[in-house]
């Protein structure tokens, strides 16, 4: 499990745009952990 900071998860949320470069795994768990 990879920790993000809270700024981070919070950017991603509100965007739901992948502007950071984030690996695929990642990518997969927040896009499974988002529903």
Same mark, same amino acid.
């Given at each position: !499990?990879? &920790? !993000?900071?809270?700024?981070?998860?919070? &950017? !991603?949320i509100e965007n739901?745009?992948?502007?950071?470069p984030l690996p695929p795994a990642m990518l997969e768990k927040v896009r499974a952990d988002r529903g």
């Open positions: !499990i990879v &920790a !993000i900071p809270p700024e981070l998860s919070k &950017a !991603i739901r745009g992948w502007v950071f």
